[in-house]
């Protein structure tokens, strides 16, 4: 299973983009630019919804290039791709700078759901074409920024759900090689559910 594990992390690092938006824009700039985003993302970048993702302390990198993808249409939200259509390269690079700096608010696991959530998590299910999130996402879910994966410790159980359900029926298709895709699609909700809280208290 580990070297099943290993050749699948892999293939992802080899094939994965850098990304197509430059991120190395003005914290300062950005901080300025958000004023917009605050409404759903919160001041510092920690959403008080769990609908809306945090942004505080994420790969600046990942942020410019997911607005990009709204920018072009490879993802679509109702609230969120009116926003990037307006913005700059030079916006996105800011936003990120300034929401990458930002320090994340810890969140907990719901402790009836991490037993199942770290195994799947850790181990993935080798039986059912599950790839351990480890494998890409790191041991404290923080991602890999040479890879442009995303942090996903301390983020909202609720809005993780929502994407990986989005991604086992394809309205999100923004993954390369469809990893994502594949892996959703073999999680049942009980799976979705347990693993997003086990993220959501990563730290």
Known sequence: MRKALFATLALALASAPLGTASAEGSAEAGQAKSAVCVACHGVDGNSVNPEWPSLAGQHAIYIAAQLQHFKDGDRQNV?????????TAEDMA?????????????????????TRGQKIYRGGDEARGITACIACHGPNGQGNVVANYPVVAGQHATYLANQLRLYANGDRSSDPNQMMRSIARRMTENDIRAVTSYMQGLR
């Open 79 to 87: 609230l969120m791709s009116p926003q990037a259509a307006a913005l």
């Open 94 to 114: 800011d936003l990120a700078a300034y929401y990458s700096a930002q320090t994340l608010t810890p969140k907990e696991a719901d402790p009836d759901l991490v």
